[in-house]
Each structure stands twice: as structure tokens, then as C-alpha cells.
């Protein structure tokens, strides 16, 4: 499948917004629908109505009162994914129809979050009929699981894996989540209040303010070593700010042996969403170069893949390739 660019908007200061939710999602392009789910979570959540079945009688288990399984569109991704993960875990399971390994996975799937008693709903996505759901989340194989809590990926796996393994990764999620999903929780508790510091640093980078975000979430982390959340986000937004300084045309006008070209190069293709390119340009300089210029263009990979989750395919091809090119 291939990878969202959106590049008509390159130069305008949503697209730069967008560039650096992207990044901080860890790489699946959820940032416009982001937007809707941070919303609903700042509203007070409110236990929703028992549903009743036909003659009005409420139901007898909590794991009735929603479908398990609910099959989602590019229309309905926003309401059933997105929103929905803000009350409850949502795992996605991307298949096709063409695809032998989906229909070994899928069952296995629909099995489990059947006897889930409402912890976790199943979403699932045909990547052929709905594509731009397939291209936010860079499918490259299918079949593809991705799991969803409070609006962003948190967890995701290729391939199929056996229903016990599924459940020892779903259990996971769900004791790291703990009672941070309204719908997952015995009560109706109140969430944490927002770190004021975090919500004006939001506010100026929403603003189009990435120098004001940027000292804002760079003081916080260095009171709190420990806020991962604003060390983050300032790398992210460090990265926006110097991939978008860079003349376009640097990609197509590198010289092969400009060490600082080539790096160039790598961030725009980067901010165009295109990490594979990014990655092969500077392991390629690392191929051929030594000494400092190696040295750099290494460190300058490394810093790169923080900005994803470290468990992206492409995160970790690249890494083998660097491997490759160093030993």
C-alpha cells in the first residue's frame, strides 16, 4: 500500500500541525481525526444507556450492550475507531479478501473479542474497499493488528499469531492501560486534571507557534526528565522545524558524497512521510563515508528513529540495513 503525502498542503502552517501529530503518533497518520477524539476526551464521559432488545428488556451482560465485532469504513473510522477508543480498547484487524492469512487470523480474532465481555471491540477493515484507512496506517502486509486506545496506536503485530499469543498481547495492553478507558473502569472517576504547562505548550504549537512549543516543552522536560510526553513532542517539533528550513528540491539536487545534502535530503523525505526513502538516503552515506562524516550521518539515523515507535517495520529493516553498512 502506499503512504499518505498530502502534499499540497506542504507549505501551510496545517500541514506543518499535521507533519508533527504524525510524528508523535508514532507514525500512523491519525492526525486529523485526532483532533475529534482529544475533544470528546476533554468533555466529562457519562456511562452510556443499557441497550434493550426487542421487547424492552435491558440486557443480561455488559458484553451484549455493544457488538463485539463491527465492521468499519473510511466514513465510519472517526466514530467506531477513533472515538470509540476513548471509552474502550479497540483493535483493528486490516484483511482483504484475497489475503490466505486473514481468513486464518480474522476467526481467531472474532473468537476472542466475543468472549472479551465488552473490555475490547474488534474493528474490522477490508484495506481494498477502504484505502485511505490503509495508507494512515502504511499497511505494507497484511494481515495487520493494530490496537487503539484513547484515539492513537498503542500496540500492533503482523502476521498471524496463535489465539494464545493474541491473548497474552491483548492482556498486556489492557493491564498497561489499566483504568485509563472510562468504559474499562468499575466507576465513573473523574479524569486527571491537565497539566496546565503541557496544555499552553499544545496551545502555541496549535497556534503555529513551534519556537514558543518548542521552549515550552523543552523547560518542562528539563524540570522532569522523567515527562517522556514533552521530550517527545520537543524532538518532534525540532525535527518539523529543520526538515521544513530545507529547500524541497534538495532531494532531487544532493550531491552523492554532501554529506550534509544527503541529510538534508533524508528530512524532507521524512516530513513527506516517506521514512524508507529517508532511511536508505543516509545508510547510504554511511556506506560511503568514514571517520566523522560516518559518525554523523549514523547519529543523525539513530535520532531519526525516535521519532517512530521502535517497533515499525520500517524502523527495524532499517536498523538491519544499518547494521549491514557499519559491520
Known amino acids: 500500500m502506499t503512504r499518505p503525502t498530502n502534499r499540497q498542503q506542504a507549505a501551510s502552517a496545517a500541514r506543518q500541525q499535521a507533519a508533527a501529530a504524525v510524528a508523535m503518533s ?16 476533554q468533555q466529562p464521559q457519562r456511562p452510556a444507556p443499557p441497550s434493550r432488545s426487542a421487547d424492552g428488556a435491558a440486557p443480561s451482560s455488559p458484553a451484549r450492550t455493544v457488538s463485539a465485532v463491527i465492521d468499519v469504513t473510511d466514513a465510519t473510522f472517526e466514530t467506531e475507531v477513533l472515538t470509540r477508543s476513548t471509552q474502550q480498547l479497540v483493535v483493528v484487524d486490516l484483511w482483504a479478501e484475497w489475503c490466505g492469512p486473514c481468513k486464518q487470523l480474522s476467526p481467531v480474532l472474532e473468537s476472542l473479542a466475543a468472549r472479551a465481555q465488552g473490555r475490547w471491540v474488534l474493528a474490522k477493515i477490508d484495506v481494498d474497499a477502504n484505502q485511505r484507512i490503509a495508507q494512515a496506517f502504511r499497511v505494507q502486509s497484511i494481515p495487520m493488528v493494530v490496537a487503539i486506545a484513547q484515539g492513537q496506536p498503542v500496540a500492533a503485530f503482523n502476521g498471524v499469531r496463535s489465539e494464545a499469543e493474541i491473548t497474552s498481547w491483548i492482556d498486556e495492553i489492557l493491564s498497561q492501560l489499566g483504568d485509563a478507558l472510562p468504559g474499562m473502569s468499575a466507576g465513573d472517576e473523574m479524569p486527571e486534571p491537565e497539566d496546565p504547562r503541557m496544555a499552553m505548550a499544545e496551545e502555541r504549537l496549535n497556534a503555529g507557534d513551534f519556537e514558543g512549543a518548542l521552549a515550552a516543552y523543552r523547560a518542562i522536560a528539563e524540570v522532569e526528565p ?3 510526553e514533552a521530550a517527545s513532542a520537543a524532538r518532534n517539533i525540532e525535527f518539523v522545524m529543520r526538515a521544513q528550513a530545507h ?10 558524497h554532501d554529506v550534509d545534502a544527503q541529510l538534508a535530503a533524508a528530512d524532507v523525505l521524512l516530513l513527506g512521510q516517506e521514512p524508507d526513502a529517508a532511511f536508505d538516503r543516509i ?3 554511511v ?25 515499525e517495520p520500517f524502523v527495524v529493516a532499517a536498523r538491519r540495513k544499518l547494521a549491514t553498512a557499519l559491520y
Not at 31 to 40: C, G, H, P, Y
Open 247 to 256: 529547500d524541497p528540491a534538495i532531494v532531487h539536487n544532493a550531491a552523492p
Open 226 to 228: 522523567g515527562n517522556t
Open 287 to 311: 556506506k560511503v563515508t568514514s571517520g566523522d562524516d560516518r559518525t554523523r550521518a549514523r547519529t543523525r539515523l539513530l535520532e531519526l528513529f525516535e521519532l517512530f515507535d521502535p517497533a
Open 283 to 285: 545508510i547510504n552515506v
Open 26 to 41: 508514532g507514525a500512523v497518520d491519525l492526525s486529523a481525526l485526532k483532533e475529534r477524539a482529544d475533544a470528546q476526551r
